[in-house]
T-cell receptor, first 112, second 116 residues
Framework: NAGVTQTPKFQVLKTGQSMTLQCAQD?????MSWYRQDPGMGLRLIHY???????DQGEVPNGYNVSRSTTEDFPLRLLSAAPSQTSVYFC???????????FGSGTRLTVV | AQTVTQSQPEMSVQEAETVTLSCTYD???????LFWYKQPPSRQMILVIR??????QNATENRFSVNFQKAAKSFSLKISDSQLGDAAMYFC?????????????FGQGTRLTINP
């Protein structure tokens, strides 16, 4: 049982480049989310989805795009990378409302 | 909007002793869930314990227990018989009914050091 799989684990981008962070889960979870983690600020919600075809914005959505065409996959797209997007990104999934989220191992992204 | 506050950026404890990490939250909702997550140096987020707001009984998982005070909006984590493997960042989190229960709000974290 792989759980939540994120790729890549590390990435360096130049300002203005675009890329997609991949996230897949094999637990048939309805809920999926993307968070970013910055020092001293905990984890902040970027976008979330409550099922295939349904997405919504979280606390810090600007500069990011998501889609959810299948239950398993929830990719995060950086449209035009900026140094302010340097962070660690986590994808997470959850079965239902009262359960805790299961997290992927994270992607450390550096924008230069 | 809900907020979660962890007022202790760092804590330290001697191995085998007990330590309590503090968490307070602000909400107008009556139904919600609270969690403590552990993040060791590996960066992996690990669920430690879960509390349902409508249950008065405090949750317990082996050496980990919580003190949930709903009226005071307080949710502290007690670690008994601390072990070296408990060294990590600990995050308190609140799961809100907003957004169809999808949103998880985190505190800033507490770095726990275990002294041998």
């Amino acid at each position: 049982n792989a759980g939540v799989t994120q790729t890549p684990k590390f990435q360096v981008l130049k300002t203005g480049q675009s890329m997609t962070l991949q996230c897949a889960q094999d637990m048939n979870h309805e809920y999926m989310s993307w968070y970013r983690q910055d020092p001293g600020m905990g984890l902040r919600l970027i976008h979330y989805s409550v099922g295939a075809g349904i997405t919504d914005q979280g606390e810090v959505p600007n500069g990011y795009n998501v889609s959810r065409s299948t239950t398993e996959d929830f990719p995060l797209r950086l449209l035009s990378a900026a140094p302010s997007q340097t962070s660690v990104y986590f994808c997470a999934s959850s079965l239902r409302s009262g359960y805790g989220y299961t997290f992927g191992s994270g992607t450390r992204l550096t924008v230069v | 909007a809900q907020t979660v506050t962890q007022s202790q950026p760092e804590m330290s404890v001697q191995e085998a002793e007990t330590v309590t990490l503090s968490c307070t939250y602000d909400t107008s909702e009556s139904d919600y869930y609270l969690f403590w997550y552990k993040q060791p140096p590996s960066r992996q987020m690990i669920l430690v314990i879960r509390q349902e707001a409508y249950k008065q009984q405090n949750a317990t998982e082996n050496r980990f227990s919580v003190n949930f005070q709903k009226a005071a909006k307080s949710f502290s984590l007690k670690i008994s018989d601390s072990q070296l493997g408990d060294a990590a960042m600990y995050f308190c989190a609140y799961r809100s009914p907003a957004g169809s229960w999808a949103k998880l709000v985190f505190g800033q974290g507490t770095r726990l050091t275990i002294n041998p």
